[in-house]
């Protein structure tokens, strides 16, 4: 333990961590597996002792099986808990639950004043917080119990109808990590940024014709042996879901990877937005260059600037410009006003 103003001019030679309490945790030189390979870990629900996931090797033979060796800054890990007790039936008050087989010792050790219940009820079922409980296990006093149906307006405290059981202590989700900045009206910020993820890279440039030499900022991947829905959700009040700025590739890339569940779409719309595809390329403007409205309809070509428009199709197998094209030349103030020329060997019409 350092005092916050304790400096070290050789820390170098130190094996171990240099801990600050409240303001720095350094570990000045990580070495192995697990905590060793971690500089800080946060871990819920997964016991006292439970250390850090880092090449979590089980046995020291398996590190001939994974290939990398890792460093962690910031390790963040939560194990979705059990429901600390269900019942089958209930008895309810305005502020209570009574069972019909109460609680067992151990379940009533882990209560806890704040808990939530929800009760069985369906399809809309009641929740309330904990103020208390019997000392045999047999009944539990709540706040008040509020049906929830997802609406954000004030509601009042119900009685449940009897019966039905509850779920003691139930989380539906579980979350690794949820920073949040805020700014109100007297922050004196203008800009502000929910997580940043930086790499600094001064060793190799990416080589796009190998796929070596990788550097990741963001690495989403799925654990389990389950299929998980998405890897990136953006929600909310946001003018833009997804921006890539500066990439010097692609802005997007899609790619098939070995596994169980092939890929349908590389980019798949459920929005009921007026365009599907908006291609808007000069960069403070709204001059559209190509769109897919939501009905299936197609626009092509710039509307402030001249230009001949080309769809060229490729049907020989060879390296040329094109085997047939269809180009739009011309126009006027009037719908309809352009050329359309079609280029090809021959035109062929059949019936459908």
Request: hydrophobic share 35%.
């Amino acid at each position: 333990m350092a005092d916050a103003g304790a400096t070290f001019t050789n820390s170098a030679n130190l094996n171990g961590r240099i801990f600050r309490k409240g303001i720095r945790n350094n570990n000045v030189m990580q070495h192995g597996t697990l905590d060793g390979a971690c500089s800080f870990s946060v871990s819920a629900d997964r016991g006292a002792e439970a250390p850090a996931q880092v090449l979590g090797v089980i046995s020291p033979d398996q590190i001939a099986t994974y290939m990398d060796r890792d460093s962690v800054g910031l390790h963040a890990e939560n194990y979705a808990p059990q429901i600390l007790a269900t019942t089958s039936t209930g008895t309810y008050t305005a502020n209570s639950v009574t069972f019909g087989t109460a609680l067992t010792a151990d379940q009533v050790k882990k209560l806890r004043v704040g808990m939530i219940i929800d009760t069985k009820h369906t399809p809309t079922k009641y929740s309330g917080i904990v103020t208390g409980w019997a000392a045999n296990g047999t009944s539990i006093t709540v706040e008040g119990w509020y049906l929830v149906d997802g609406s954000s307006a004030s509601h009042s405290k119900v009685t449940p109808a009897n019966g039905t059981g509850v779920n003691i202590n139930p989380f539906t989700k579980a979350w690794a990590m949820n920073a949040n900045v805020f700014i109100d009206t007297n922050s004196h910020a203008v800009a502000a940024v929910g997580l940043e993820l930086g790499v600094s890279n001064e060793k190799f440039d990416y080589d796009p014709v190998t796929d070596t030499w990788h550097t990741w900022c963001y690495d989403a991947i799925t654990l389990g042996s389950k299929r998980c829905e998405t890897a990136y959700m953006q929600r909310g009040y946001y003018y833009k879901g997804y921006e890539s700025r500066g990439a010097t590739g692609y802005g997007f890339t899609g790619k098939n990877a070995n596994g169980i569940w092939p890929s349908v779409a590389m980019f798949h719309s459920q929005a009921n937005s007026d365009y599907q595809i908006l291609f808007q390329p000069d960069v403070y403007g709204n001059k559209t260059s190509f769109a897919v409205k939501k009905d299936g309809s197609v626009e092509m070509g710039r509307i402030d600037a001249a230009a001949t428009v080309t769809l060229d199709l490729h049907s020989s197998g060879n390296d040329i410009d094109y085997d047939a094209r269809i180009s739009a030349t011309g126009g006027t103030t009037t719908n309809g006003g352009g050329t359309m020329t079609l280029a090809a060997t021959s035109i062929n019409l059949s019936p459908g």
